[in-house]
């Protein structure tokens, strides 16, 4: 079975400051994928990044940035200098082999001017 | 890249009729599709998944009956909720895979069902 745990219920700072959204998954594929998604208030859901699990490297796009670790079963996204246009519901997936994509519960990210 | 058409966005309905959601991937073939519904501040729950030209396989506790799944082509699912009450009021969301991957998910943009 797969599970994704967001521990982090809501997150509150204010403008500039860079914030970590944690991410820790369990699988028994060998083989899977690890996204990031935004909801924003309209509820669409925005695709953020896709990692498979054989690669490991961190990726960086303009204030976004990933770190997967497969030590710690973690996929944890930083945002630097945050803006009040980043506050949204992140939520964290999962998909191995050709399973199902399993969400994690989501953090809220409240970011104040 | 990858879109997926979602109708309505919004729908308010009185209770007992029934509602259709639509979901059509415009420029790629999509063999499963996938429902969510998603309650205020909640996950995305796995409602049911949809193969092209088959059943749907519905997650435990999914009224099979109440959520009529239909996937009868390869970019077009649909979901029906019959005789539709208050507690299905929620946020529905379909996802579809593209033919050939199993990473390839793109999301419609949602339906928020109103039962009044």
């Known amino acids: 079975a797969q599970k994704v745990t967001q521990a982090q219920t809501e997150i509150s700072v204010v403008e500039k400051e860079d914030v970590t959204l944690d991410c820790v998954y369990e699988?028994?594929?060998?083989?899977?994928?690890l996204f990031w998604y935004k909801q924003p208030p309209s509820g669409e859901l925005v695709f953020l990044i896709r990692?498979?699990?054989?690669?490991?490297q961190n990726e960086i796009s303009g204030r976004y940035s990933w770190n997967f670790q497969k030590s710690t079963s973690s996929f944890n996204f930083t945002i630097t200098a945050s803006q009040v246009v980043d506050s949204a519901v992140y939520f964290c997936?999962?998909?191995?082999?050709?399973?199902?994509?399993?969400f994690g519960k989501g953090t809220m990210l409240l970011v104040s001017p | 890249g990858a879109v997926v058409s979602q109708h309505p966005s919004r729908v308010i309905c009185k209770s007992g009729t029934s509602v259709k959601i639509e979901c059509r991937s415009l420029?790629?073939?999509?063999?499963?599709m996938f429902w969510y519904r998603q309650f205020p501040k909640q996950s995305l729950m796995l409602m049911a998944t949809?193969?092209?030209?088959?059943?749907?396989?519905?997650e435990q506790g999914v009224e099979k009956d109440k959520f009529l799944i239909n996937h009868a082509s390869l970019t077009l699912s649909t979901l029906t909720v019959t005789s539709a009450h208050p507690e299905d009021s929620s946020f529905y969301i379909c996802?579809?895979?593209?033919?050939?991957?199993?990473?390839?998910?793109?999301f419609g943009s949602g339906t928020r069902l109103t039962v009044v």
């Open positions: 996802s579809a895979r593209e033919r050939g991957t199993n990473y390839g998910y793109t």
């Open positions: 699988t028994r594929d060998t083989t899977y994928y």
């Open positions: 990692r498979n699990s054989f690669d490991e």
């Open positions: 997936a999962l998909s191995g082999g050709y399973s199902t994509l399993t």
């Open positions: 420029d790629f073939q999509a063999t499963t």
């Open positions: 949809s193969n092209e030209g088959s059943k749907a396989t519905y």
